[in-house]
């Protein structure tokens, strides 16, 4: 079945330093791949998406790029603030189902001063 | 930004009672879920909805669980007979039909319902 695989949190990184959080997902069909963000106390956020391969989705410093021949979709970050301090969740469309999600269990990330 | 909005943020309810969690979509979206998060795992999907039915549902929406769209905007999720287990927080999310500017694909979510059951 369809499943998304994130490296296991906590991520703790003092600020201004480098941020990469693993994704990997199934290949099944052909899915949208996304990253969403879940600040303390907030619902879930859409950070960025790709939708084929070999696009890059980037938003707020963020980048990640779809990678079919891996089957990740790594997130990184030049430069965390600590505001970026928050879950990240990774997530793939289920084949035949344009619009469910399939998420990963998410990465908790701490950015210290 | 249009959002998802939710009702009651955080809901305390004693086992065995009936629970409805409220939310209103983006006005003209047409697919609404519903997913939920036991604390510290995964974001599960429960079931969708679209044109008054139910397109797909998981296997955690068993019996206890019905939805419900009783007006122009409301949808709402019943948890009959709460258990101890339906502990959680309880996303809603809409989305726009196929082909939509805005993107089919993505989902918006609202901030979250929390159950509690004692």
């Known amino acids: 079945g369809n499943s998304v695989t994130q490296m296991e949190g906590p991520v703790t990184l003092s600020e201004e330093a480098f941020l990469t959080i693993n994704c990997t997902y199934t290949?099944?069909?052909?899915?949208?791949l996304f990253w969403y963000v879940q600040y303390p106390g907030e619902g879930l956020q859409l950070l960025l998406k790709a939708t084929k391969a070999d696009d890059k989705g980037s938003n707020k410093g963020f980048e990640a790029t779809y990678r079919k021949e891996t089957t990740s979709f790594h997130l990184e970050k030049g430069s965390v603030q600590v505001s970026d301090s928050a879950v990240y969740f990774c997530?793939?469309?289920?084949?035949?189902?344009?619009?469910?999600?399939?998420f990963g269990t998410g990465t908790r990330l701490q950015v210290t001063l | 930004e249009p959002e998802v909005t939710q009702t009651p943020s955080h809901q305390v309810t004693q086992m065995g009672q009936e629970v409805i969690l409220r939310c209103v979509p983006i006005?003209?979206?047409?697919?609404f879920y519903w997913y939920r998060q036991i604390l510290g795992q995964k974001v599960e999907f429960l079931v969708s909805?679209?044109?008054?039915?139910?397109?797909?549902k998981s296997e955690i929406f068993d019996d206890q669980f019905s939805v419900e769209r009783p007006d122009g905007s409301n949808f709402t999720l019943k948890i009959r007979s709460t258990k101890l287990e339906d502990s959680a927080m309880y996303f809603c999310?809409?989305?726009?039909?196929?082909?939509?500017?805005?993107?089919?694909?993505?989902?918006?979510f609202g901030a979250g319902s929390r159950l509690t059951v004692l």
């Open positions: 909805f679209y044109n008054n039915e139910i397109s797909e």
């Open positions: 999310a809409s989305t726009g039909p196929p082909g939509a500017v805005s993107g089919a694909n993505v989902l918006t």
């Open positions: 006005s003209n979206h047409l697919y």
């Open positions: 290949a099944t069909g052909y899915p949208s």
């Open positions: 997530a793939r469309t289920d084949t035949g189902t344009a619009s469910k999600l399939t």
